[in-house]
């Protein structure tokens, strides 16, 4: 099994008087997404700011979505999509190629198994960096205690162009989606930056997780308004 031919990922900002509709969005859509023709795996998921995790970093004024399609040349939401742009007052959509996966999703591997000849399409262009996990209930205080200083010290990394938090559930269930100028920007805060190297190697034997994963991916496209991202002011 290669890799996906495409994946994306799909953002919404929602006023706050949609809230309501959005909540019922999240509630009947899921399912509505991964009937799209094409579509080998979907996720409907709620937002926070990055900075921290659990329910106090929630953003519930913008969504997104993740997709991954068995034709390159996929992406449309339909209905589905339509219903959310016309509630958004911000969106974007972000193409990608799965260069790197590891771990699973649900019990899959939700991006196929990029080989080693994924890596040859990185280019020298952006790439994302999407993480998610779920968490051992009795290791998420100690989880959200580390976090804060890593997301301190990513925040200001080099060559961050944007970030947010994901999640299927405000508990839990925790991810991260970030934008980097080049693949050497993501190396370099990856296994470099002191604070986020001791998180790692604390990951083995603290066993925060009952699951994750981690995929990497070269950015093919980004149509839409890139604030709605977290794009770094300036970063255009």
């Given at each position: 099994m290669g890799a996906a031919p495409l994946v994306t990922l799909h953002v919404w900002r929602v006023p706050r008087r949609a809230l309501g509709g959005a909540l019922l969005r999240m509630a009947r859509d899921p399912r509505r997404l991964r009937a799209l023709p094409g579509v080998s795996f979907g996720k409907l998921l709620g937002t926070?700011?990055?900075?921290?995790?659990?329910?106090?970093?929630?953003?519930?004024?913008?969504?997104?979505a993740v997709l991954a399609w068995d034709d390159p040349a996929g992406g449309d939401l339909g209905p589905v999509g339509a219903g959310w742009d016309a509630a958004a007052v911000q969106a974007a959509r972000v193409d990608l190629t799965p260069l790197v996966s590891r771990g699973t999703w649900s019990g899959r591997a939700p991006f196929g198994e990029p080989g080693a000849g994924a890596r040859g399409k990185e280019g020298a262009g952006p790439v994302l960096a999407l993480t998610r996990a779920r968490l051992r209930p009795a290791r998420a205080l100690t989880f959200w205690r580390a976090v804060p200083p890593v997301a301190r010290e990513v925040a200001a990394a080099p060559g961050l162009l944007a970030r947010f938090g994901i999640g299927e559930a405000p508990i839990v269930w925790q991810g991260t989606v970030s934008v980097w100028r080049s693949a050497a920007d993501l190396t370099r805060f990856a296994y470099r930056q002191p604070e986020h190297r001791a998180v790692i190697a604390r990951t083995q034997s603290v066993r925060w997780y009952a699951e994750d994963l981690f995929a990497r991916f070269a950015v093919r496209g980004i149509s839409g308004d890139r604030a709605v991202l977290g794009w770094q002011e300036g970063e255009r």
């Open positions: 926070g700011t990055g900075v921290g995790f659990g329910p106090g970093d929630a953003d519930l004024t913008r969504y997104a």
